[in-house]
């Protein structure tokens, strides 16, 4: 059901903006309307869903999708890549070039080749403009039409239990539930095209292979149970049979083995699955992989992520000894230490982990607190300002950057940042309570200017 409301809203977005933003007069579409539509697709999928901002994840799809998209020719648009958090089998390219994995799909995939092989086949319909195509033939109809297709295209954010839903939904609209996938034909070519890029970007055809059979075997009995992804990328089977064919007389070679993608897998499923069935997947993975420290890290996160930081701590104790580099591995330890009371222990992993140019907020916040539990007031103070000014979305931050000057006798800097954490958090009765407690102490005239414009705005 509130994977319905979801389809239904996306749905009513996009037929408002069609109203309103689409020309009455039907030529094609153009490359300004479809970045135009990809904003508003992107923002719409931001507010009804989840996107994973995790760098060992977003950084690395990323860096493989542009690795791809360097052997295109000059592209109209930039293109972007996304996991979202969501136990759906699915990939879908949006208008514009905007690429979208979920985390369910991501799970299921073995290697780096067949991430890759997603990637190129989702570019290649984004650089053939096959979705800009289905607009512009829905916009020789109607905009109740053009609504339909969208709602369509936006079954690929719905998961497979909504696949029925939303075809309704677009029969009703559109009169024609056919515009709601890829013809075969647009597969096919896509296929072509992405093979052609993969294979450029140094990647080997049976990734793609090895990525059809994985698609394959998904598709259980009983249509309401079939993946999204078949649902809206058909001719699974012919496009398996005809690739198998052309690489029967070649051996496939064993998949190379890429430290990032393990870390970004192993992330995936510790931190954004299942947590009941990431931590019995690591159970019975470390039994028989004994001696892998990234099982023994996906583990470590499981089992933090169930409520068992201290059973957490020698794996990834293990984890950070065979990758003492990475600043991820080092991050996670720094932040279980804390979990379990070490905090000289966090703070002296967390100051070498910091010290990474892919230092992130987490890092700095445990550091941070490790600081204060240690009574180290002032460099507290430095590390949560920093990380304030660096990530200023990190509420959390100015919580305890509150309660840093609280304990250095600062009621003034105290309730200032308090109210910045309440306002970040739409508590404006809290927050005006703090703002109003500051300017009796706070002497900073710009401060003081602030929370007089924010106390004035609200009235």
């Known amino acids: 059901m509130i994977n319905f409301r979801k389809t239904i809203a996306l749905c009513i977005t996009f037929a408002f903006f069609f109203t ?18 990809a904003e508003q697709f992107l923002q ?49 390219a949006s208008p514009a070039g905007h690429i979208f994995v979920f985390s369910g799909l991501f799970e299921a995939l073995d290697h780096e080749g067949e991430l890759a092989a997603l990637l190129a086949h989702e570019i290649a319909h984004a650089s053939c403009r096959h979705i800009s195509e289905m607009i512009e033939s829905s916009k020789k109809t109607n905009i109740g039409t053009l ?15 909504t696949v029925g839903s939303a075809i309704t939904i677009g029969s009703m609209a559109a009169g024609q539930s056919a515009a709601l996938a890829y013809t075969r034909e647009k597969e096919m070519q896509a296929d072509q095209i992405g093979r052609k890029y993969l294979v450029k970007a140094g990647y080997d055809l049976h990734s793609m292979l090895s990525l059809l059979k994985t698609i394959r075997s998904q598709e259980w009995f009983g249509t309401d ?67 892998d420290p990234m099982t023994h890290y ?41 979990l379990n009371g070490k905090y000289e222990k966090a703070l002296d992993i967390l100051k070498t982990a910091v010290r990474q140019p892919q230092n992130r907020a987490d890092g700095l916040f445990f550091m941070g607190r490790s600081q204060l539990a240690l009574g180290q007031l002032t460099a507290a103070t430095k590390t949560f300002t920093r990380l304030t000014e660096s990530y200023p979305d990190y509420l959390s931050a100015f919580y305890f950057l509150g309660k840093t000057y609280a304990e250095q006798n600062d009621p003034g800097n105290a309730h ?15 927050a005006s309570f703090h703002f109003k407690q500051a300017l009796k102490n706070i002497t900073n005239p710009e401060k003081i200017k602030k929370i007089n414009q924010i106390l004035k705005d609200w009235e």
């Open 44 to 92: 719409t999928v931001r507010r009804q869903y989840r996107i994973i901002k995790d760098p060992a994840i977003a950084d690395y799809i990323n860096d493989v999708g542009q690795r791809i998209v360097a052997e295109l020719p000059q592209q109209p648009f930039t293109y972007h890549f996304y996991v979202i958090e969501q136990d759906t089998y699915n990939a879908f």
């Open 20 to 37: 309103v933003s689409m020309p009455d007069e039907l030529s094609a579409i153009t490359i300004q309307e479809e970045n135009e539509l």
């Open 225 to 291: 149970q079939v993946p999204t992804y078949l649902r809206t990328h058909p001719a699974t089977e012919d496009r398996l049979t005809y690739l198998a064919n052309t690489l029967s007389n070649e051996p496939a070679p064993p998949p190379r083995d890429i430290y990032e993608f393990k870390r970004a897998h192993t992330r995936l499923v510790a931190l954004y699955g299942d947590p009941q069935k990431a931590l019995k997947r690591f159970q019975h993975s470390i039994k028989i992989h004994p001696d």
């Open 147 to 161: 609504a339909g297709v969208i709602g369509g295209i936006l079954i690929g954010l719905g998961g497979a239990s």
């Open 416 to 430: 200032y940042h308090l109210g910045l954490y309440h306002m970040g958090k739409h508590d404006r009765e809290n």
């Open 298 to 338: 996906g583990y470590g996160l499981a089992l933090e992520r169930n409520g068992n930081p201290k059973a957490a701590v020698e794996h990834l104790e293990t984890a950070c000894n065979a990758y003492p580099n990475d600043p991820f591995v080092t991050e996670d330890l720094g932040r279980i230490y804390f």
